[in-house]
């Protein structure tokens, strides 16, 4: 890292990106970077003093850039990325810049799994800024209490996602390494579960002798080669019989009792809902622990903690409905997420979910199809493409249809303004209505939350 000053990254405005842009910024880099469109983030950006191009173009990289950055989304064709390449620049893509910035550290924690990764990197954050260990953290989604995705802190710790699409987390060397789970996601890199499983271990591997592996013991079950001939410790969190595991749960999940290998460690209290969580809190206190955070510090963090931003995020009230807008994508999330709802809420619940991208909706359709027991009423919105090109083979009234087959009370909107008046019109008072999605879908339900309803009703 020593060796640049200039950087330019290419599909800057990605929430991951953007950290790590403002990381090196405030490390005193040179930043500039270029994005598809513009954003809240290039903004953001912008008036932090970094250049941010609209388009990609060869000429955007400053001719002194030293090292060029790129995300996965960019094509191997993309006219700014072959300029950067044939200028002398040393060319990385974001994975490896965060492994780069995670070797600086000696005591990185990474957070790996199919779901719950920026929940529990978010929750391991809150409890080490509780405990004061002054952490730098790199996030996928807005953390409250820091109002960003990213912060550079002062101490040897930094706490990081890592996604294991295209394999990025094997760039990663962390002290302490977390699988929260392993199921099949992004068959569009993956080839099947044995090839992702595969894929964990390889991650599993890379955590440093003297660290620990924290992985949830369905894995070890399922997929017991992920952490066969470690060097370093493994600590299980999860079922009954694991080192660490909850009992006495509220039917919500906000209210349960920690056992750490059998023994009695604390008391939890959390504004958070459901099981999920309360597995993603599991995880988070056995890396708090393993790092030497007292259990007192725990408990106070993860009972102010509010969750990151996008997940189970009450967005307000209109006319008596509940606006609540959550990250879900794939159908485990999305089946956590309306049972958490269902928990909760004696009135109806009303999902209007965005399907992530063309490749997940086609290999997992069948498993989406049976995602939305738990909505009273499902309304599908057109897939939202991440950069993938249509080719006609799945289509969202596909899936709207499988799930009218199946005694679903669902339903087709081809637009965000359609999708908005029909709502309007079929929700009633007392209904939690859910925007899901992993695109921009939350879009949906601010702007339900702006619309005039007395024009609303007489059409205009």
Do not use: W
């Not at 996965?72 to 200028?87: F, M």
Request: glycine fraction near 8%; proline fraction near 2%.
């Amino acid at each position: 890292m020593d060796e640049f000053r200039k950087a330019h990254f290419i599909g800057i405005g990605g929430i991951s990106m953007s950290g790590l842009a403002k990381t090196l910024h405030n490390m005193g880099f040179s930043v500039t970077g270029s994005d598809s469109q513009e954003s809240d983030v290039t903004q953001r950006l912008r008036a932090r003093g970094i250049t941010v191009f609209i388009g990609h173009r060869a000429a955007n990289a400053p001719h002194d850039a030293d090292l060029v950055i790129f995300t996965a989304a960019i094509k191997p064709d993309n006219e700014e990325l072959a300029a950067a390449r044939a200028s002398g620049a040393t060319v990385i893509d974001r994975a490896r810049l965060m492994g780069m910035i995670i070797d600086k550290y000696r005591y990185p924690i990474c957070v790996a799994g199919t779901h719950g990764k920026t929940t529990t990197t978010s929750m391991i954050a809150e409890i080490f800024l509780t405990a004061g260990k002054d952490p730098s953290i790199n996030l996928g989604g807005v953390l409250p209490r820091i109002n960003s995705n990213y912060r550079v802190g002062g101490s040897d710790y930094f706490i990081a996602e890592a996604c294991e699409y295209f394999d990025s987390f094997l760039q990663f060397r962390p002290r302490v390494g977390l699988i929260l789970n392993i199921e099949e996601d992004h068959l569009d890199y993956f080839k099947d579960i044995d090839h992702i499983s595969s894929s964990f271990a390889g991650f599993a591997r890379n955590v440093r002798a003297d660290g620990a592996l924290i992985v949830e013991s369905g894995v070890m079950e399922r997929f017991e080669f992920v952490t066969k001939g470690l060097g370093c410790e493994v600590v299980t969190f999860g079922a009954r019989g694991a080192d660490f595991y909850a009992e006495n749960l509220t039917n919500d999940g906000s209210k349960f009792r920690v056992l750490r290998r059998g023994e009695f460690f604390c008391e939890i209290t959390t504004n958070l809902l459901g099981a999920h969580n309360v597995s993603n809190a599991l995880a988070a206190i056995a890396a708090a622990d393993f790092c030497g955070i007292r259990s007192s510090d725990i408990q106070k963090a993860l009972a102010e903690f509010r969750g990151a931003k996008r997940r189970f995020e009450q967005k307000g009230v209109i006319n008596g409905v509940t606006i609540i807008d959550d990250y879900a994508h794939h159908p485990t999330e999305i089946i956590a997420t309306l049972r958490a709802a269902k928990s909760v809420k004696s009135g109806r619940v009303v999902c209007a979910f965005q399907p992530h991208t063309y490749t997940r909706s086609k290999y997992l359709k069948n498993q989406l199809l049976e995602a939305f027991d738990d909505a009273d009423v499902t309304v599908l919105l057109d897939i939202y493409s991440a950069r993938e090109t249509d080719n006609g083979e799945i289509h969202s009234r596909d899936i709207a249809e499988g799930l009218k087959n199946r005694g679903i009370d669902a339903y087709y909107c081809a637009s965000f303004k359609e999708a908005e008046r029909f709502l309007l019109s079929i929700c009633i008072p007392g209904d939690m209505l859910i925007t899901m999605g992993a695109g921009d879908i939350y879009l949906l339900g601010e702007n339900m939350l702006r619309t005039d309803l007395s024009q609303l009703s007489t059409g205009a």
